[in-house]
């Protein structure tokens, strides 16, 4: 895909997330690869809204930013993404609100935040970690996504927002999508009989589509 249909397509899809009000005010943030290895990264405090497609920071393959405003201070999380799983070909960064109620209840398990109430949940999304609380912008942050060593295409970072990394930007728009959609399932069934996908069942599905599930 050629650099300006890149462009293009970050600017309509954040547009999307913004005018659905799945992030608000200047929060969130899209990178996606280039065809020469480098990245597409929105900018730091733009409305994922207004974005315009001559802007976005550019990067080459070595990580440096050789074009474009000043990218978002998330960079080394989306970096880290990048580094640890080999099929990434984007990220997105989002302040959901319902992923970040799920992100701060107590009993929301650290290593499988996101509960497996659809086979979809499965699917675009897989196991999701709950990383502790970091200021943004803190290079923690990235420390804590290499710790998993890859094993997961998303995470939920305490207090702030879900982030999910993907083959392409239309599938980690998809994936992002479902989580959030997801989340909102488990607010809604708290306190009743609801019950989730049984482990037989997540099994028969990580064997159809051939997905990562440990």
Not at 52 to 65: E, W, Y
Not at 156 to 175: C, K, R, T, W, Y
């Amino acid at each position: 895909m050629s650099e300006s249909k890149l462009r293009e397509d970050v600017c309509y899809w954040a547009a999307s997330l913004f005018d659905r009000g799945l992030t608000g005010g200047a929060s969130g943030n899209v990178s996606v690869q280039t065809e020469d290895g480098g990245l597409l990264v929105t900018p730091t405090g733009i409305s994922l809204g207004r974005l315009d497609p001559a802007r976005l920071s550019r990067f080459d393959a070595k990580g440096r930013h050789i074009d474009g405003d000043p990218p978002t201070k998330e960079m080394p999380l989306h970096s880290a993404f990048y580094e640890t799983r080999s099929g990434a070909g984007a990220v997105v960064h989002l302040h959901s609100t319902h992923s970040v109620a799920l992100s701060m209840l107590p009993e929301t398990d650290p290593d499988d935040a996101i509960p497996p109430l659809t086979a979809y949940a499965v699917m675009r999304v897989g196991k999701v970690s709950l990383l502790p609380f970091f200021v943004p912008g803190d290079p923690a942050m990235a420390d804590a996504v290499r710790s998993l060593g890859g094993r997961r295409s998303a995470v939920l970072l305490a207090n702030h927002g879900p982030v999910v990394a993907s083959s392409d930007l239309e599938a980690a728009i998809f994936a992002m999508e479902e989580l959030e959609e997801t989340a909102k399932l488990a607010l809604l069934l708290r306190g009743t009989k609801a019950v989730p996908l049984k482990h037989d069942q997540i099994d028969a599905v990580v064997r159809k589509f051939k997905l990562e599930w440990d």
